[in-house]
């Protein structure tokens, strides 16, 4: 016990005595406001479509692929974290005092990451289907990326000092300021210095190292084991909860309660049960057809085969030759079989 009693003071001798958080979160280019919780946001964004389309390429699928169904994945997405958020804590819009259009206020914070992730996977069921990608496959692909982006974007709560837990005098304790959410900065004193709220459990920074360790352990899944198509996501949609609950318990902002508990962590509890399920169902599941590589034909002589193996209807129903359209005996044609060559879309 008291090996460990000496940790906090050993660490106080190498970090710094505090964490620090930014006194502004936004900062203006003319008329244009740069928020830095957006900014988090879609730097995250940007990191998971890369590793996703490295992983996918890695796959067979083709380049570009991830941007293509991330148009669909993202946007829902974003609309489904807000839209959790604004379920589970009603009461800052459509509460007493509170603001309706401050809905629409996504800058400010405030995207749950379940509904992202429940949206987010109809989007991608769109995008991969007008892609001809198996949804399993992109999934898979996209779960490290999408633990690395859910790491980034805690550091917009950084920059909007909030998710922060309880009061704490350990090494790495986080310096909040008063915050003024409209003006996305810290109030001030009557000499202009922000005025320090407190120093607590820098809670967002614990589920970004969480995140960034469930990455790893994806990628390791991935790599060192050969899980059926779509486990690696059912490992993600299991790791996250894990951290979270224990997080989210740690935490100081308010939430809504049911049975004493906070509602995502109920949620967290749901969401790990639904992976272990998604684990099993995926394990008794046959892989999806391995994808085309582009521009990859087939040989003539492999073409040939397999319309030898096809039942001749034209045959059976003994079309009549037309020598203007340069039909041949077997009543294929040239200029059909070119035609229909060249309208093949691309395989991914």
């Given at each position: 016990m008291s090996l460990l009693a000496a940790v906090p003071?050993?660490?106080?001798?190498?970090?710094?005595?505090?964490?620090?958080?930014?006194?502004?979160?936004?900062?203006?280019?003319?008329?244009?406001?740069?928020?830095?919780?957006?900014?988090?946001?879609l730097a995250g964004i940007v990191v998971a479509v890369w590793l996703t389309?490295?992983?996918?390429?890695?796959?067979?699928?083709?380049?570009?692929?991830?941007?293509?169904?991330?148009?669909?994945?993202?946007?829902?997405?974003?609309?489904?974290?807000?839209?959790?958020?604004?379920?589970?804590?009603?009461?800052p819009y459509f509460g007493e005092g509170g603001d309706p259009w401050?809905?629409?206020?996504?800058?400010?914070?405030?995207?749950?990451?379940?509904?992202?992730?429940?949206?987010g996977a109809v989007g991608a069921m769109i995008g991969c289907r007008k892609n001809g990608v198996a949804f399993r496959d992109f999934v898979?692909?996209?779960?490290?990326?999408?633990?690395?982006?859910?790491?980034?974007?805690?550091?917009?709560?950084?920059?909007?000092?909030?998710?922060y837990g309880a009061p704490t005098d350990?090494?790495?304790?986080?310096?909040?300021?008063?915050?003024?959410?409209?003006?996305?900065r810290a109030l001030v004193d009557g000499q202009g210095n922000p005025v320090v709220k407190g120093y607590f459990h820098p809670t967002f920074l614990y589920e970004a190292l969480w995140c960034l360790l469930l990455a790893a352990f994806l990628v390791w899944l991935g790599r060192r084991h050969t899980p059926r198509s779509g486990q690696v996501?059912?490992?993600?949609?299991?790791g996250y909860p894990v951290g979270r609950i224990v997080i989210e318990n740690m935490r100081s902002d308010s939430a809504n309660l049911i049975l004493g508990q906070r509602v995502n962590t109920w949620v967290s509890i749901l969401v790990f049960l639904l992976g272990v399920h998604l684990w099993r169902r995926f394990g008794g599941m046959e892989p999806p057809p391995q994808p085309t590589p582009e521009g990859d034909e087939k040989h003539p002589s492999a073409r040939e085969s397999e319309a030898d193996d096809e039942p001749d209807h034209d045959t059976?129903?003994?079309?009549?030759?037309?020598?203007?359209?340069?039909?041949?005996?077997?009543?294929?044609?040239?200029s059909a079989v070119a035609a229909t060559e060249a309208d093949r879309p691309a395989q991914s």
């Amino acid at each position: 016990m008291s090996l460990l009693a000496a940790v906090p003071a050993g660490l106080g001798t190498v970090l710094p005595a505090e964490l620090p958080s930014p006194s502004v979160g936004v900062w203006h280019l003319g008329p244009l406001p740069i928020r830095g919780y957006a900014m988090c946001i879609l730097a995250g964004i940007v990191v998971a479509v890369w590793l996703t389309q490295r992983r996918l390429e890695a796959r067979g699928h083709r380049k570009g692929i991830a941007i293509d169904i991330s148009a669909w994945a993202v946007p829902f997405g974003i609309l489904g974290g807000r839209l959790y958020h604004l379920i589970t804590t009603p009461q800052p819009y459509f509460g007493e005092g509170g603001d309706p259009w401050k809905a629409f206020a996504i800058y400010e914070g405030g995207l749950g990451i379940w509904g992202a992730v429940a949206l987010g996977a109809v989007g991608a069921m769109i995008g991969c289907r007008k892609n001809g990608v198996a949804f399993r496959d992109f999934v898979d692909a996209a779960a490290p990326g999408l633990a690395l982006a859910q790491a980034m974007g805690r550091f917009g709560n950084w920059f909007n000092n909030e998710i922060y837990g309880a009061p704490t005098d350990l090494p790495w304790k986080l310096k909040i300021y008063e915050w003024d959410t409209s003006a996305g900065r810290a109030l001030v004193d009557g000499q202009g210095n922000p005025v320090v709220k407190g120093y607590f459990h820098p809670t967002f920074l614990y589920e970004a190292l969480w995140c960034l360790l469930l990455a790893a352990f994806l990628v390791w899944l991935g790599r060192r084991h050969t899980p059926r198509s779509g486990q690696v996501f059912a490992a993600y949609v299991m790791g996250y909860p894990v951290g979270r609950i224990v997080i989210e318990n740690m935490r100081s902002d308010s939430a809504n309660l049911i049975l004493g508990q906070r509602v995502n962590t109920w949620v967290s509890i749901l969401v790990f049960l639904l992976g272990v399920h998604l684990w099993r169902r995926f394990g008794g599941m046959e892989p999806p057809p391995q994808p085309t590589p582009e521009g990859d034909e087939k040989h003539p002589s492999a073409r040939e085969s397999e319309a030898d193996d096809e039942p001749d209807h034209d045959t059976a129903a003994g079309p009549a030759e037309d020598p203007a359209a340069g039909e041949t005996a077997d009543g294929s044609n040239d200029s059909a079989v070119a035609a229909t060559e060249a309208d093949r879309p691309a395989q991914s």
